[in-house]
């Protein structure tokens, strides 16, 4: 009894021992894989999403740094710079998790078997249930001028002087406007859409296209308007148009003046808006790059065009000096292939079409008094 009593004694001893080495063992957790396989799956789609735009990823970087940080936000990174851009942390985290495709109409869809081919725009034209049919015409495609804007376009601008055609025609002069970004538009379009758009009657074509008429018909000047698309692919924009204007240089040689048209990015609509005789007009900017290898002859063709801007039309540059880009443009915005090249910023975003094609007219006044000078 005694050495049963003992042996049984050391049995209960060493049990708590074995307990305590059993639950110090580290067990596998399959949890913790799990997880990480699904951040690297998220990042792989996010790195994919980004690709896919085929532009840089500055805005959605920019946002999540805001976010994160919002010193940082009134410092440092400011989001207006991007608003051409089409790819922000919203739509990047939206694709990367499918949601995207979410909508009421897709729910109803799949409730109501009725609502099925709403969206089917070949199936809904044929649909029984008229009103069901969507209207395939975008608001975008449709351009929304009044008859007294019309007229005031189609008609003869303030800013004016036909004594200069005289002077200017004899001279032969040729001018190349050209966009670098050729899908930046104006108010109409608005932020859904990044203010960019095809249609030119509302973005910076449409105000060459005004420029380029009163140039030719009211002062005689000779204008080649490249309308090339350059910005598809944004990333690559300026190497794009670089082409099409050296393809321009070695077949004409040299313009007289060389204008790469832009419009701004702002949120404040009275930065950008001047009222002239008037009416109201977007307000202009010349540009300069200090990376550009003529700088110099650059920067004194912005500061003529400024002089005259400031003389004839006080308030319509939104500064009465150039923009000096000093941080450097992508490819020195091509402005080291010409003496002669300027980029002209012809309102923002939040201007309408109509005041950049206003402006546009008061533009070709001031190139006019420049080369009489």
Known sequence: MERYFSNNFNINRRAPINNFRARGKTKFNIGYVVMILIVIFLAIRAFNVINSYSERGALPYVQLLN??????????????????????????????????????????????????????????????????????????????????????????????????????????????????????????????????????????????????????????????????????????????????????????????????????????????????????????MFVTSVNSSRLQANTDLANGLAGITNSLFPGLMRNKDIFHYDIGGINGFNMSLSDNIVVWEVGANVNSSIEAKRSAKYMARIIAEYFKE
């Open 67 to 284: 976010f994160s940080m919002p010193l940082v936000e009134t410092t440092v990174y400011d989001e207006s710079v991007h608003y051409e851009s089409k790819l922000t942390l919203k739509k990047v985290i939206g694709e990367t998790l499918g949601l995207t495709k979410i909508s009421t109409s897709s729910i109803i869809e799949n409730e109501i078997s009725l609502f099925k081919n709403i969206g089917n725009l070949e199936v809904a034209s044929k649909s029984k249930i008229p009103f069901l049919s969507r209207y395939e015409v975008s608001e975008n495609s449709i351009a929304k001028v009044t008859e007294e804007e019309l007229e005031q376009l189609n008609g003869v601008s303030e800013a004016f002087d036909p004594n200069l055609k005289a002077i200017l025609e004899p001279l032969n002069l040729k001018v190349l406007i050209y966009h670098t970004h050729s899908h930046e538009g104006y108010s109409e379009i608005g932020a859904d859409a990044r203010w960019n758009t095809d249609n030119e009657d509302i973005n910076v074509m449409g105000v060459g296209d005004v420029l380029a008429k009163e140039l030719e018909e009211g002062y005689g000047i000779t204008v080649v308007h490249d309308k090339t698309i350059h910005d598809n692919n944004y990333t690559v924009c300026y190497d794009r148009s670089q082409e099409t204007l050296q393809s321009y240089l070695n077949e004409y040689g040299d313009f007289d003046l060389i204008i790469d048209l832009h419009r701004d990015s702002v949120e404040d609509k009275n930065l950008v808006t001047a009222n002239i005789n008037g009416q109201d007009l977007a307000r202009i």
